[in-house]
């Protein structure tokens, strides 16, 4: 299983929880990194994981460390949890000739991807470089069915090579859950937002709607965990709205527990998204979610006035109503998880993939 690192994003997380469970059914696997900065995760991993660094700072430089590993270990897939790890692949086997299956894990919307702004770099080369050899994998783990569909509008080949398994609960939150009494767990009067503090997740939604209904809330407040390039521009934007006393950046937080557990309820205002693991890790901790019925996502986990509501795309008024009404009417009930995102019922949809490629 490769990806850049073990920093502290979903993607990373998926992957250490999906290589833990194939580990433990005896599956032979190696954690393949770039480089160990900012190892968030590396005590997550299971010691019957073998973690395997490359020594390199980007994914551009990755091919010779990359190659190297392939001809001494002769793995029989490599799982890329990276578009750009997943064509550095496809590139290498085309020059090389080697045996190993390619899976790619579909991590966004990938018409956004496509169509998203990013340094000249990624614009020039890598984009395209992705969008003409990404179909050239074995096949495509897509995380919800939209994600499949747009895939399949993009490369109509890919229909029969790609499937969708969604991302499991982390583990640690579903045994916390299991464990807990959420009726006895006292709320706290915040909203939390959770993500990258830039222009996908679109906090600015979040940050407006709650101006919106501060003076309907007085004592409410709204927590943003996360770090990102915008976070001075998210700050100012609170400042302007009149709510920069009320709004917490909280930063990084390795454990999100217990901002999950005391909140009111869990907004989502992404632009677009592969699969939000942030609403379903809230779902599992009895704390219901607000979100866009933004691409993609969402609408398949969000079932409105049981777990949580779906909010109109961009629709700020909506978003706030829907926010009145889960401050106001909601009160304590059982909304955890689905057993389509249980955590041993989603490893072993990985490795009966595996099997059968």
């Known amino acids: 299983m490769f990806l850049p690192s073990l920093r502290g994003g979903g993607a990373e997380g998926v992957c250490v929880n999906i290589a833990n469970g194939l580990a433990e059914q005896g599956w032979q696997v190696d954690l393949i990194v770039l480089n160990l900065e900012d190892q968030v995760y590396s005590k997550r991993i299971s010691n019957k994981v073998n973690l395997v660094e490359l020594g390199v700072k980007h994914v551009r430089y990755s091919g010779i460390a990359l190659l190297k590993y392939i001809h001494k270990n002769k793995p029989d897939i490599i799982l890329a949890f990276n578009y750009e790890l997943a064509v550095i692949l496809v590139v290498l086997r085309s020059i090389f000739r080697f045996k190993t ?46 994600m499949r569909e747009d895939l399949i509008s993009i490369y109509p080949k890919l229909k029969n090579k790609s499937s969708v398994i969604y991302n499991p609960v982390a583990r640690h939150i579903e045994e916390y859950a299991d464990r807990a009494e959420f009726s006895k767990i006292k709320k706290r009067d915040y909203l939390l937002c959770v993500g990258r503090l830039e222009e996908q997740k679109a906090f600015h939604y979040s940050i407006e709607a709650f101006a919106g209904i501060a003076n309907v809330f007085p004592t409410l407040r ?49 632009l677009y998204e592969g699969f939000p693991n942030v609403l379903v890790e809230s779902i599992t901790l009895g704390t219901p979610v607000v979100a866009f019925d933004c691409p993609s996502g969402p609408y398949e986990i969000i079932k409105d006035d049981v777990n949580g ?33 249980k955590y041993e019922r989603i490893v072993k949809q990985y490795a009966d993939l595996i099997i059968s490629l």
């Not at 999100?256 to 907004?267: D, L, R, S």
């Not at 008024?317 to 059982?334: G, S």
């Open 101 to 146: 299956k390619i899976i790619a894990r579909n991590v966004n919307t990938f018409s956004n991807l496509l169509n998203s702004g990013q340094n000249i770099w990624y614009k020039f080369i890598v984009k395209p470089l992705i969008k003409r050899l990404f179909c050239k994998v074995d096949h495509v783990i897509n995380q919800c069915n939209a």
């Open 222 to 270: 709204l927590k943003i965990v996360g770090e990102g390039s915008l976070k001075q521009e998210l700050k100012q934007c609170a400042n302007n709205l009149g709510v920069a006393n009320r709004v917490d950046f909280e930063g990084f937080q390795k454990n999100m527990i217990p901002y999950y557990i005391h909140a009111k309820a869990t907004v989502l205002t992404s």
């Open 309 to 341: 509501y779906l909010v109109s795309y961009k629709d700020i008024c909506d978003l706030e109503l829907k926010l009145i009404k889960v401050l106001c009417d909601w009160d304590v009930r059982n909304i955890n998880v689905k057993p389509s995102f």
